[in-house]
């Protein structure tokens, strides 16, 4: 029984991380194509300047989220924290065009990318993760962190030798808990860690 509970205590540690960005389609059933100019006047926060992009921006509070509408009814939706506000902010976008004659119906929402930060808390050699783990990418000059490719489950990782870490190019909540513990899993497992943060000790160099 200890060791479940030194197992769980564990785990609560390996998944520190924050939803802060999720992004989503929607595509709106429509009887005419949605009139853009009419949007853009009527809604407050709205911004439409075809010469420069074909849809409208629209920002919304509670739950705040960024929209990019286009006359076809496709949007894209960013800047939401919940992947559940998704199917909310959508729902009250629909209720405010409504009300300036712009009628649509059955939204199709879809999450297509989730964008998480968060720490490993453990320091992490990265010169000597670069030789160990598979599908990584580490060029300290250009850039501080690691890029790991992650195959099983699909994901990409930007690493910090703080233990930092960025995640993104998931689609579901389950699929980043399961990615996050399978990296701090690996990094454990493939003797990674640091005892300090390590910049450009040596060159790395191949036989």
Known sequence: MADINNSQEVNEIILDYKINNVVATAKIDLIEKIDLVKIARKLHDAEYHPERFPGVIFRQDNPRATFLIFSTGNMVVTGLEIVADAEKAVSKLLKKVKKIGIKSSNPEIVIQNI????????????????????????????????????????????????????????????????????????INNMDVTSEKVIEDEFELTFL
């Open 115 to 186: 964008v998480a930060n968060g720490d490993l808390h453990t320091l992490i050699n990265l010169n000597k993760a670069v030789l160990l783990i598979e599908f990584v990418m580490y060029e300290p000059e250009v850039f501080p962190g690691l890029i790991y490719y992650m195959k099983d489950p699909r994901a990409v990782f930007l690493l910090f030798s703080t233990g930092k870490f960025v995640c993104t190019g998931i689609k579901e909540k389950k699929i980043l808990k399961k990615a996050i513990l399978k990296l701090k899993r690996e």
